[in-house]
């Protein structure tokens, strides 16, 4: 029995989420599938996190234990074969049996994608959230700095969440502009449920002149999930590292 | 009784192309449904040229004759709450009766996007083709410029094409990488079936070694297919202009 570490990208779009779920396919079903069509072996795989429907993943990290006799360095070209083509395991290495993708995780990063313009683009459909405002690039630079830091987020997290402690350190939260899309990307020691998608709420909220950036810390503090901005769609989401 | 020409964003992967055909859902007919679903009114669409099944555009320019009340300028807005996400019109405005979108296009300017990397991309599946090889990028931009120019690109046809000349003229051939992706673009005054993929298919035969760059003006002379590199994929490119 060997211990193997994965590297994902998948498109969220035709699944339930990363997790098994009773209705509707997940990535990790779609990925054990694939696994014992090529080994025959069945095989139970843990991610760094869930994520919902719809949202993608350039960096998802999974471990399973397996017998299998195939190298760790083919054996994303072997699984790729038998892969639908919207997962794609791009690296494995065989690690420590104390490895744990969810429980070792230490840092993780996400992004977020949005742009505005007067119509919706066909093409980033499934791929970044449309908003039809005029936005201040420099006001929504200025709001995603002031993440960064140890804060507790109890205001940035949908209900039904159960964690101990709603305090998060985001190591770092930058906007850039690539063509005419935003990327908000976030690296934190931790998120909690739905946190990506409302700090990006509260940014394109500011962008459009509904809060100030220099707003972020009281609301911050005030823990209201009532202050911050709303949860955007899960297609403008994207996990793109889990590091260890 | 007026014309008006509209500017359509489309991703072509559920769309057996731009053209309404006997089986399969075309852009052409999901943009008619919609418009009578809008007004009621049935109307012909005439677009710059067709594309193949999975063949994406930025900026199909498309005419038709209508007698809607609905002003120009708020087309656009009321067409997209009826058209599928995928298909989006981006901008309309009323034209002469001479205006014809297929017989008065001056120039067309098209793009392929592919990349080169040990394992596919699962988010780029649709829009962009992969290849495994190690590439030359310089090689692959000399090679982009060789095809710009007046010359009969016979050699650069698919077979079944039935046109009166295959002389063209290339404005613009240019090759940039945008992030892990190569962006061919490339401008003329018209192209044959399956040219544009083919001379994209000819620099990445550059790009990958297999021809040389400088072979480019003799294979073109020899107006032989074989000559040339593969047919690339539909879904790797994209109809980004029609100017006229």
Request: aromatic share 12%; glycine share 8%; with cysteine.
């Amino acid at each position: 029995m060997r211990r193997i570490a994965v590297t994902v990208e998948y498109m969220g779009t035709a699944y339930c989420g990363w997790q098994r779920q009773k209705n509707g396919l997940s990535v990790q079903q779609a990925m054990a599938d694939a696994f014992f069509k090529l080994t025959g072996e069945k095989v139970t795989l843990h991610g760094s996190g869930r994520t919902d429907a719809g949202v993608h993943a350039l960096g998802q990290v999974v471990h399973f234990d397996t017998n299998t006799t195939i190298p760790a360095h083919k054996l994303p070209f072997a699984w790729n074969t038998v892969l639908p083509s919207d997962i794609r395991v791009l690296d494995a290495k065989e690690v420590d049996e104390n490895f744990h993708a969810r429980f070792c995780v230490k840092r993780k990063t996400y992004q977020y994608r949005f742009y505005f313009s007067p119509h919706a683009s066909a093409l980033r459909k499934d791929f970044a959230c449309h908003f039809t405002q005029e936005e201040n690039f420099e006001e929504m630079k200025k709001a995603a700095k002031h993440f960064e830091g140890t804060f507790d987020f109890k205001g940035f997290q949908a209900t039904g969440g159960h964690v101990k402690t709603t305090v998060r350190t985001i190591y770092s939260a930058t906007l850039e502009k690539e063509g005419n899309e935003y990327v908000f990307e976030i690296c934190g020691n931790g998120f909690l449920y739905n946190m990506v998608r409302i700090i990006a709420g509260t940014i394109v909220y500011v962008g459009i002149g509904k809060l100030k950036a220099d707003d972020i810390p009281d609301i911050i503090a005030s823990g209201d999930r009532k202050r911050a901005g709303k949860t955007l769609p899960a297609y403008g989401l994207y996990l793109k590292k889990a590091e260890y």
